[in-house]
């Protein structure tokens, strides 16, 4: 069991205190409980916040940063890949949501104590007990997708960040949001901060952990991978819609990113890369 690891591979958990550490992103569907008090979280250029109790779920390849966390509040979670939850035929209204990167949240009172349980088992390392989260897991997410469908406010939506209150971060992180996909560099990042060029790039490292930069090529990296996800456009749109100059630029920041090229991405996508369901025989690879 991991707490709070930047990145992770496969089928994963993690618990333990939740603290203000940097910004990260991952490819896996994150599923997330905290207790005690709520949290913020900066995921893309909008806000989201996340009662405690309450389970959240979400698509990691947007990179997200805790803002806002009151000291003593520990989180539990389980991270999945995305194509174990294709291959699982869950509703549409639930995966294309996932899939347009926005944050499902849904209230139960048996959350948390179901959440820590979850993250026992698939840490004890017996197959047939993370076999047991897994089917678990799937029933929720089928619920979920009945229950927090059809509500036009939930806890945890996103909303966009108030500009007129915002600090230079902030002004900076929803300038590349909105811009990304055209050709921007530090300059109008900076710009849109309102200070200058080396004070930009040392607040942003600051607060995200990344250069500015490399933020920009996350967040061009993750357009391209809803749109392999979700699209059978060609290589050369892709790399066009999602903000990149050349498509040789495109395929290098994405495998360095992503670790796969587009191509293999889109396939494994498609036809659950090496992982089977929960029942058939292949084995699952579990950190």
Known sequence: MSQFKTASLGFSCFSGPMTLHTGHRHNEVELVV????????LYGGNEVTMPPGRLAVFWGVMPHLPLQVVPGTEGFGLRLPLPWLLEWNLPQTLTRRLLRLEVLADDSPHDLGRMKDWVQLAASGDAPRREIVLLEVQARLRRLAITSSGRSRRPGQQRRRDRSVSSAFDG?????????????????????????????????????GVTIHKYITQQRVCHAQQMLATTQIGMDEVSRQSGFSSLTRFYSSFKKVVGQSPAQYRRALRIGGTQERPGQGRRRRIS
């Open 34 to 41: 905290f207790d005690r008090h709520p949290i913020t979280l």
């Open 172 to 208: 900076m992180v929803e300038f590349i949001a909105a811009r990304y996909m055209r050709d921007i560099n530090v300059d109008d990042v900076a710009g849109a901060g309102g200070i200058t060029r080396i004070h930009a790039m040392r607040v942003f490292r600051n607060a995200a």
